[in-house]
């Protein structure tokens, strides 16, 4: 339905049009369910569904000192009852409506869709053979994902700590086994886990083969193969989960990595500006920043790579890598101190890295990759990285 305009600002009706017909829109794209535009009744000034619907996705949009506010409801159409809230904070960018259009409704959508695949997919009721999710499921792992928001290593012990205790008591909870495993493979990217892709891999096909439209399960074995370097069949993985939520950065930044390492430069930094127009999930916030700066420096284009490594250390300064790219970043551009500054701090949050281990495994990974990877690598040394 359409978002009503409750902000008292003279951009406020324009907004909440632009928000619904993109909310609309990214909808529309979702696989396994249909979209009816409203209409309005002639003489009476209201607005009703075009065709029988199960659910209406209501909205209203106000305006804080320094953000627009989104709260919009996913009411089911029968019995009134409310089965999802999205409350939305964006802050007002006077330069780019387009850009706070597309993060309101952004952040509404990438919930709403997580809702719906949920009702449509997993359902609501307790399946002690992981059928379903619980609302104690749901509690665990909302709780451990929020742990995380902060990326640091004492954040990802203490998630991980929280998921392994609810699946020793559940141990045939499929949705539990599988925010264990997005966890255990972030955790592997980060270089603060060591892989176990057998085990990883068989509880995720286990879950594909009970879920197989399912967001957290279909990111997740997109997560686990592009670790593997197989990005090939990463791309597909994440297309699919891209279908049930057009929204998903993290995603999309999947996407942008198995691109860049294809050798796909100005695709991965296109896909990773899109995520960064979406701007959600919070906690995936900082690998879309990091991977157009990537993408960015792949190309030669120090000076456009900057802005985007320093925010997403600003976001997340734990990785090591973050400052080993902004390094070479500095190197190439001749702020030498930087450089070295950068460098510094890098092997401090990673020690012992050296040329040999700095770059992901390049297995699979296009020549084009490996040429442009070597080139930054040799700046990273330049600015302290060790040879061996």
Not at 80 to 103: F, I, K
Not at 298 to 320: E, H
Not at 328 to 335: F, S
Request: charged share 20%; hydrophobic share 40%.
């Amino acid at each position: 339905m359409p978002v009503i305009d409750a902000s008292n600002d003279p951009r406020g009706a324009a907004v909440a049009g632009g928000v619904a017909d993109r909310l609309t829109d990214g909808l529309s794209r979702i696989d396994n369910i249909r979209v009816v535009a409203p209409r309005s009744e002639a003489g009476t000034g209201t607005e009703r569904a075009s065709a029988p619907s199960d659910f209406e996705v209501r909205g209203e949009l106000q305006r804080g000192q320094q953000a627009w506010i989104l709260r919009a409801r996913m009411i089911r159409t029968a019995t009134g009852e409310v089965r999802a809230v999205a409350t939305v904070s964006v802050d007002a960018d006077e330069s780019d409506t387009q850009l706070e259009q597309s993060r309101v409704a952004a952040g509404a959508g990438h919930l709403l869709a997580g809702r719906l695949n949920r009702l449509l997919e997993t359902g609501e009721s307790s399946d002690a053979t992981g059928g379903s999710t619980t609302g104690s499921t749901r509690t665990v792992i909302e709780q451990a994902t929020a742990s995380i928001n902060q990326t640091t290593r004492e954040r990802f012990g203490m998630a991980q700590t929280m998921l392994q205790e609810a699946l020793t008591a559940e141990s045939n909870n499929v949705d539990l086994a599988v925010a264990l495993a997005a966890l255990q493979l972030r955790g592997i990217q980060m270089v603060w886990y060591s892989p176990d892709d057998a085990r990883a891999g068989a509880t995720l096909e286990r879950a594909l083969r009970a879920k197989p439209n399912s967001i957290p399960v279909l990111e997740t074995y997109c997560r686990f193969l592009s670790a593997n370097n197989r990005f090939v069949e990463s791309l597909v993985t994440c297309a699919r989960a891209l279908s049930f939520d057009p929204w998903n950065g993290l995603a999309l930044y999947l996407v942008g990595l198995g691109q860049i390492h294809l050798g796909r430069f100005e695709d991965a930094l296109a896909t990773f500006r899109q995520a960064d127009r979406f701007d959600t999930p919070q906690v995936s916030r900082w690998t879309w920043l990091l991977g157009a700066g990537w993408a960015n420096m792949m190309m030669g284009r120090g000076d456009d790579a900057v802005p985007w490594l320093q925010r997403s250390i600003a976001i997340t300064p734990a990785s090591g890598r973050s400052h080993m790219l902004l390094a070479a970043t500095y190197q190439q551009l001749g702020r030498l101190d930087e450089a070295r500054a950068a460098m510094k701090e890098g092997l401090r949050l990673r020690p012992g890295t050296t040329a040999l281990n700095v770059s992901p495994p390049t297995k699979n990974a296009s020549p084009v990759f490996l040429e442009a990877s070597g080139r930054i690598i040799k700046l990273m040394v330049a600015a302290g990285l060790p040879e061996s």
